[in-house]
Structure formats: structure tokens, C-alpha cells
């Protein structure tokens, strides 16, 4: 858990107090996501389910819901809080980030994306080293040249993560603008 600041703590007292005043006020939103900021995980979630009890489309709540819930390691109700944004909002781009944490733990992303036919041990000129400066500086230029191998594995989990989201757009009812 991060420490708190004086302004965070002073923050997180007003969003609670507002919270408690008016227990129907949206509110609980921005006090979640603060918690969440801080590593509060189970503060946050709590906040978020509390409120949503009373403001079930409130989207950035849920938002909030998904990536705390992402922390604990509970990524299926992760995964399900994000879905439901995003057949709400398809363009919602925090939820999409969101979404693609959840496939990345899932190794269904990979960290580095390869791409095919580039490695920087071959790919492109390779040029020597800078000589002493009492010799001029010979210039070796050697070209390889670039195949086209078949696709690497993580393209199959790029692909995953992509068909993700267009069935979730595909599950809206409202029509999409592309």
C-alpha cells in the first residue's frame, strides 16, 4: 500500500464524508477510484459494489470495480464488470486497457509484440564500431536480407484479445459509428 499524502488523506476524508451525507450521491465513484490509486483494493471494491447497488450504469464505477478486482487476481469478475462497460460503451478506452491487462496476465498478450520477419540481431545495415581517432573510421555496411517466417505465437494472442472485444461490440445494441 502506497503511503498516504496529507492532501490524499484529506481527499479520501471529504469523498467519504460526502459519501456518508448522501448515500444515493455518485460520489462513492471518485472515493473508489482513490482507493484504488493507493492500493486500496478491498476498500475500493467494496466502495464500488455499495454504490452500483444504487447506480448499476454508472460505466467509470465499474470501471474502477474491474481494476481493483484485476489486483486481487480475480480477473474472471474482472473480465465480466469490463464486458458489461464495453457493451455499454464499446469505446470506452479505459475498460479496453482494462481488458487487455486481463489478457496479458493471462499470457494471451504478449508484454512485447514480435514482429514477423524483423530480428535486431540480422535485420537492416550493421555498422562497426567507431576506431581510434589516429585511424579513419572504415564504415562495413553488410546487408541480410529479411524472410518472411510464419507468424510468431504471440500473434495468436493478439488475435484472442481483439476477437474479445469485437464480440462484446457485436453484444451492444446500440449501433457503433466506425
Do not use: K
Request: net charge neutral; glycine share 4%; hydrophobic share 45%.
Amino acid at each position: 500500500m502506497a503511503s498516504m499524502s496529507v492532501i490524499e488523506s484529506t481527499r479520501i476524508e471529504e469523498l467519504r464524508r460526502r459519501v456518508q451525507r448522501d448515500p444515493a450521491s455518485v460520489s462513492f465513484a471518485a472515493l473508489a477510484e482513490e482507493y484504488r490509486r493507493l492500493g486500496r483494493f478491498a476498500e475500493a471494491i467494496d466502495t464500488c459494489r455499495a454504490g452500483l447497488l444504487r447506480h448499476p450504469s454508472y460505466q467509470s464505477a465499474r470501471v474502477t470495480l474491474g481494476r481493483a478486482l484485476i489486483e486481487i487476481g480475480d480477473v474472471e469478475a474482472a473480465a465480466a464488470e469490463l464486458e458489461y462497460v464495453l457493451r455499454a460503451a464499446p469505446e470506452n478506452l479505459a475498460a479496453i486497457r482494462a481488458l487487455a491487462e486481463i489478457h496479458r496476465r493471462r499470457s494471451e498478450v504478449p508484454e512485447q509484440i514480435e514482429l514477423p520477419g524483423v530480428d535486431d540481431t540480422t535485420a537492416g545495415p550493421a555498422i562497426a564500431a567507431p576506431a581510434p581517432a589516429s585511424q579513419p573510421a572504415p564504415v562495413a555496411v553488410q546487408s541480410t536480407p529479411v524472410s518472411s517466417p510464419a507468424p510468431p505465437p504471440a500473434l495468436a494472442g493478439l488475435e484472442s484479445f481483439l476477437g474479445s472485444i469485437q464480440r462484446a461490440r457485436r453484444n451492444v445494441s446500440l449501433p457503433i459509428a466506425r
